[in-house]
């Protein structure tokens, strides 16, 4: 048997990934930029083992049915191809994260996956070549092998779509994000079928490209010069704007809620107040509120007067994949 466990942390990318050019590679159509999480996280363990006739896969205590499954064993298959491996493997994943909420659980879930297996099979992976493999399991996943600030180069093969830490000087450390949870269930439409609509039909998709690759370049100068405001002004606009290509899609959809609009008016009215936020949102009803760490508390005793305590989860900068010790054994 063959065993392997990471804890991968959850990223938010602040400008977005939306939309594929090569569905199988997970290739992205254009580059974007993340920031890891502390908040929300996966731990994930694999077992290659002989005794199995098919993969299991379990997800917070629960066996989950031959759909969820198949996204697992698709994955694990790569593995098994790249290594000429033929075991089953029984994955036990545990996510610190509302799953399909918008809350990034695919990038934290496919990253710890990835992770896991690289332990297992002491693979000895460079970062690189952990974020290219994570990739194929979910493409934001590419970004949580590194803590901070990361891009993900869009790349135009297997070999050179990855992501990257981008160099901060600790300025990271300094920035939070609150979490405005409008609804923790399962999403109604995927962030992959989500953005396989808007790619295929939306009029506004080729707006969202034009501008995205812009919105990048400001961000990493935004972060090389400390500038808080031009980083949140360009997330804030960049997550509006990727929002905005699915009002076009045929047939259209959101994933706002009246009570995302609601919170995001209610950042507006903070700024309007003095108090420097934006928000940004992934595919779901959540939104993120990027603030510096100096100005938190009185974020959260403005926002206080609005929206109950519970619905708030604080977050600071996160770190990189961790592989956790776990007992081996490699008796085939």
């Known amino acids: ?34 920031l890891t999480l502390d908040a929300f996280y996966t731990e994930t363990s694999v077992y290659f083992d002989k005794s199995l006739t098919e993969d299991l896969f379990v997800l917070d205590g629960k066996k989950q049915d031959s759909k969820q499954t198949a996204k697992i064993s698709k994955f694990l298959d790569l593995i098994r191809q790249q290594q000429n491996l033929s075991l089953f493997a029984r994955v036990d994943s545990q996510n610190f994260v509302p799953t399909a909420a918008g809350l990034a659980s695919s990038a934290s879930g496919l990253a710890a996956l990835a992770g896991a297996c690289s332990e297992a ?10 974020s290219r493999l994570a990739r194929r399991g979910s493409g934001s996943a590419c970004r949580s092998i590194f803590g901070g600030f990361a891009e993900w180069q869009k790349g135009d093969s297997d070999q050179t779509s990855f992501a990257k830490a981008i160099p901060s000087e600790g300025w ?3 920035l ?3 979490f405005v949870l409008v609804d923790d269930g399962v999403k109604d439409i995927s962030s992959r079928d989500g953005m396989k609509r808007t790619v295929e039909t939306s009029s506004f998709y080729s707006g969202w490209l034009e501008n995205v690759e812009a919105d990048l370049a400001i961000a990493k100068e935004a972060i090389k010069e400390r500038d808080f405001n031009k980083l949140g002004e ?12 699915t009002l076009a899609a045929v047939p259209p959809f959101t994933y706002w ?19 420097p936020c934006y928000f940004t949102m992934d595919a779901g009803p959540n939104v993120k509120i990027l603030v510096e760490k100096k100005n938190l508390t009185a974020l959260k005793n403005f926002l ?21 010790p776990i007992e081996r054994s490699e008796d085939l």
């Open 1 to 34: 048997m063959y065993v392997g466990k990471a804890r991968a942390y959850t990223n938010i990318a602040l400008i977005k990934y939306w939309g594929k050019k090569d569905e199988r590679l997970i290739l992205p159509m254009n580059s974007s930029l993340s």
């Open 121 to 130: 099979l002491d693979l000895q992976l460079t970062e690189t070549e952990l």
């Open 172 to 174: 990271e450390n300094e």
């Open 176 to 178: 939070a994000m609150l």
């Open 234 to 245: 360009v997330a804030e606009a960049n997550g509006l704007r990727m929002h905005g290509t």
């Open 257 to 275: 809620s009246p009570e995302s609009l609601n919170v995001m008016q209610l950042v507006r009215s903070a700024r309007q107040a003095g108090l």
């Open 304 to 324: 206080a007067e609005y929206l109950p305590e519970q619905k708030l989860i604080t977050a600071f900068a996160g770190p990189g994949i961790e592989a956790i």
